[in-house]
């Protein structure tokens, strides 16, 4: 199996600890990773903004790095999301190369489930062996991993929609104590470029968002997106708040 | 209507944060009581397909089914009229008055008639006309536009309610419960249904088999205006036709369950001929319509039956009021209809969403209301209605990202700038710092440990 | 070209490629009582159901509730002796503004949503506003008019029937102010529906 780590551009400049972690978790699950060197950006940020007509670029140079894996695993839904839906070639050949990608594109939680069908982690991944009692984890359930790739139920549809993948995984962890919130699903305002060109809402909705893991004495909020954390991150150290915020793959490594 | 953008509109809404928050959980009330709804019915996502297959049919057959319709209603004895745009709906109306020698009109609720503006054109040439829908009369007597299409004065609280009426109806001073208001409301009301001569609904459902037309309302406001007056008319966008009457069945149980929770509207009723004595006239409007019609990637915004779920649980709208989209239909079905009105004036509409998809998932008729905001988000900056600094930076960003090697060498440099550089460029600040703090840069990227500690 | 002839065409230039309509769009539900599921729903909508085995029954609960009320219409023979008013002198619907209770049929109940189907084989033309001007309303069905949904009611009624046809559930309201519900905003203040036995 041959597996392509994909890495957004502003994990791999912010936040590698989230890399680091999502390449020694899939090591640990057995997998061999490949990390393309000349890999950048989905193109997400102009296609969002009305710019997807420049997003071409990108788009061959994802083509460029990734054609020809197995799988390619990301840890973030959204720009899982994005090379799923608008991934697309500018020639037959690399056409051919972007749907085929399109078909393999994994996002992280998504992944260990569906592909590696993961019951149990490795060897027993345990928070922090001093804790007298369990970590309370609040997760966010971010939209476009969500409602985009289906990873959690959804609250607004009515029937079994199965069950939530990345909720699935954390109660693998010895020591987690998933949180229920208060609105399980809204959306934590970061929308991309959103967060500065609507900068009053974004802030606002994030606001509200930590709020409701606040309210539910949560020692760590967590999700599938660091977008959306580096947002709800943001606001909390504003207020000095002492919540941390972590990636899901930063809790289900060992 | 207000000249601000939708994000300038919403940073003001937003200096009264009670006010906001007081706002959002008012609208997720009845997102909440949606929820109960829908959960009560097991066969709700069948429901929802099939009022979008229906819809989608609608489309498809639009011409044959609105001539039958035509035809049919013709035959009821009810008048038929057709409108291209606004000022022909409006002359329309005003020429029915004209012929009728009346300078009165009560108007129950139609989002129509606001997109056309009637009221305004209707003061001008001297007529005098109330909105009975008591959401609606409040905002009309305080001058305002409605806030939303099923709750017209959802953004007002019961103290602005009693201060309005106080003014104009010369209820207690201070007073401000609902009770007393909707009583006093009611009273005023009355003395206008009995003495109009001329009444005005808006269309739910019209139907090509039978050639009538349904009418939805919760106060009776509607049926107490029509069923007094000597004349009503009916105002409807085209793409309310259905075919047949069953249909209902579908789009019945949807409607308000979708928008207030409830399991139907306190009154549906079903005109198709005009009382003994009663002229009916049903104006059939354009306005844009068959423009969107023509795109493939827009049209199914007209499968649109007005129940509102897209707003109230839409988190933008709920945290910035509907006044802040500058338009006749607000929250996320108004941000993919109004740029088919005016590319130019609704730029900022399909930029006032996270692009989180909740809208989708409870519309009733299953649009795909999110993806269409991103493909309006494409056709608004490549036809050019995008300020050229945020083209010019986009441009840089993607030179940036596609290039691997610029790429890591503007990540060397800062790695601050990289993300938010088009905004940095369009005004010299980043506003994500005035409520947010940045994460700390690292001190090498993913990619130099990969290189040093990997291979 | 005339505006209809205008619109249409470009309707026509600009609609997509026939889609068909879905077989499937009607759905059976099941209540185990459809009276008493009736009742449950009109009373969450502000309403309450009453069983009852006859008319005079009908009359008796009217006379008790509505003891001292003056001003009772209603179109229904069996139960002129309640009423206080010949509304065969009434020709106009503005003169049914003093009435303050209407007692009405209907011809269907549907038990998902409490709303009955009212049409002019159950008020007059000139009276359609009745069930609307009214201070109360009561309405009379059969409990073999009960039907468990909306896709029933369709099937057994004619919607163009009569010239006009409305369904009714529960009293007026509103929650226009605060989403704070007031019952009685322009129509009737109150619903009892009578459901009748036999």
């Given amino acids: 199996m041959k597996i392509g780590l994909f890495i957004p551009c502003y994990v791999d400049q912010f936040y590698p600890q989230v890399a680091k972690a999502t390449l020694t978790l899939l090591e640990q699950l057995g997998c061999t990773v490949d990390y393309p060197l000349n890999q950048t950006c989905c193109g997400q940020p102009m296609a969002n903004s009305g710019y997807a007509h420049l997003a071409g670029g990108c788009d061959d140079n994802f083509i460029r790095n990734f054609a020809g894996y197995d799988y390619v695993v990301s840890p973030s839904g959204s720009c899982t999301l994005h090379i799923k839906q608008h991934l697309h070639g500018h020639n037959a050949a690399t056409d051919n190369d972007a749907s085929a990608i399109r078909g393999r594109v994994y996002e992280l939680t998504e992944f260990i489930t569906d592909v590696l069908k993961v019951e149990s982690l490795p060897a027993k991944n345990q928070v922090h062996p001093h804790r007298v009692r369990p970590l309370r984890v609040g997760l ?44 399980r699903d809204e959306c934590c305002g970061f929308g991309g470029t959103f967060c500065v060109t609507e900068e009053a809402i974004s802030a606002k909705m994030g606001k509200d968002r930590v709020a409701d893991h606040l309210r539910h004495n949560v020692d760590v909020i967590t999700g599938v997106d660091v977008s959306c954390l580096m947002h709800m991150q943001g606001i909390l150290r504003r207020q000095e708040s002492k919540v941390e915020v972590k990636h899901i793959s930063e809790l289900l490594v060992n | 209507m207000s000249n601000l ?9 937003n200096k009264d944060e009670a006010r906001v928050d007081w706002h959002d959980e008012t609208l997720w009330f009845v997102r ?35 001539t039958q319709f035509e035809q049919k209603a013709i035959a009821n004895g009810i008048m038929v009229h057709w409108a291209a745009d606004a000022a022909e709906h409006n002359a329309i109306i005003r020429q029915i008055l004209a012929d009728n020698k009346v300078n009165q009109l009560v108007k129950s609720k139609s989002m129509l008639t606001e997109e056309c503006h ?63 208001l909707t009583e006093a409301a009611r009273q005023h009301l009355r003395d206008t249904f009995l003495t109009r001569k001329v009444a005005l609904t808006g269309v739910n459902f019209a139907i ?32 309310k036709v259905i075919p047949r009457a069953e249909h209902l069945g579908v789009f019945l149980r949807l409607l308000a369950r979708s928008a207030t929770g409830q399991p139907i509207t306190t009154f549906s009723s079903h005109f198709h001929k005009p009382r003994k004595g009663q002229q009916m006239h049903l104006v059939i409007v354009d306005n844009g319509r068959s423009r969107q019609l023509g795109r493939a990637d827009f049209r199914n915004s007209l499968k649109c039956i007005r129940c509102a779920a897209c707003f109230n649980t839409c988190p933008v709208y709920r945290r910035s009021g509907g006044h802040s989209y500058h338009t006749a239909i607000a929250g996320p079905i108004g941000s993919i209809l109004a740029p088919n009105l005016d590319m130019r004036q609704n730029v900022d509409l399909p930029f006032a969403s996270t692009l989180c998809g909740s809208c ?96 | 070209m005339t505006s209809r002839d205008t619109i249409l065409a470009a309707i026509r230039a600009n609609q997509p490629d026939r889609l068909p309509l879905p077989e499937q769009f009607t759905f059976e539900t099941t209540y185990p009582d459809l009276a008493a599921q009736f009742a449950e729903v009109l009373a969450f909508v502000g309403g309450q159901a009453v069983n009852v085995p006859d008319y005079a029954a009908i009359a008796t609960y009217l006379r008790q509730t509505y003891a001292d009320v003056l001003s009772i219409g209603t179109t229904i023979p069996e139960l002129a002796d309640v009423a206080d008013l010949d509304l065969t002198l009434i020709t106009v619907p503005h003169d049914l503004v003093g009435l303050n209770l209407a007692i009405i049929g209907g011809q269907l109940g549907v038990a998902e949503n409490a709303a ?57 309201k509103t929650a226009d102010i605060e989403q704070s519900l007031v019952i009685g905003a322009h129509g009737a203040r109150g619903l009892t529906v009578f459901i009748l036995k036999e």
């Fill in chain 1, 140 to 183: 966010h359930q971010s939209c476009h991993g969500q409602r985009g790739l289906h990873l959690s139920p959804m609250s607004e549809l009515v029937g079994n929609q199965g069950v939530s993948k990345p909720a699935r995984l954390l109660k693998m962890v010895n020591g987690v104590e998933l949180v229920d919130l208060d609105r």
């Fill in chain 2, 208 to 239: 090509a088999e039978t050639g009538g037309f349904v009418v939805c309302t919760n106060e009776g406001n509607a049926d107490m205006g029509v069923h007094l007056a000597d004349v009503h008319i009916a105002c409807m966008g085209f793409e």
């Fill in chain 2, 360 to 455: 989708s998932n409870v519309c009733p008729v299953k649009i795909d209301i999110h993806e269409q905001l991103y493909k309006w988000r494409q056709v608004l900056m490549q036809e050019g209605h995008g300020p050229t600094a945020k083209t010019l930076a986009m441009k840089t960003m993607a030179s940036v990202l596609e290039s691997p090697r610029l790429y890591r060498m503007a990540g060397k440099v800062g790695r601050g700038v990289l993300r938010f550089a088009p905004v940095v460029a369009e005004n010299g600040l980043n506003p994500w710092y005035t409520h947010r703090e940045m994460p700390e840069p690292p001190a090498e990227s993913f990619r130099d440990w990969y290189i040093n500690n990997k291979q």
């Fill in chain 2, 5 to 13: 953008s939708h994000a300038e509109a919403a940073a003001v809404f």
């Fill in chain 3, 116 to 172: 009955i189907w009212v049409d002019e084989q159950h008020i007059p033309s000139h009276f359609r506003a009745m069930p609307m001007i009214t201070q109360y309303l009561a309405i009379i069905i059969r409990e073999v008019d009960l039907v468990s949904n909306m896709h029933e009611a369709y099937r057994r009624i004619d919607v163009a029937a009569t010239g006009f046809g409305t369904f009714i559930s529960g009293p007026s």
């Fill in chain 2, 118 to 180: 009637l009221n305004e054109y209707l003061k001008e040439h001297g007529v005098d006309v109330i909105d009975s829908d008591l959401g609606e009369r409040i905002v009309q007597m305080r001058g305002e536009a409605p806030s939303h299409i099923v709750l017209p004065a959802i953004h007002l609280k019961r103290g602005d309610v009693g201060d309005t009426f106080h003014k104009h109806l010369g209820t207690d001073a201070g007073a401000t419960d609902p009770q007393y």
């Fill in chain 2, 32 to 66: 909440s009581k949606r929820d109960r709804a829908a959960q009560s019915i097991p066969e709700w996502e069948g429901l929802r397909e099939a009022a979008s297959q229906i819809k989608n049919h609608v489309l498809s057959n639009m011409h044959d089914l609105l």
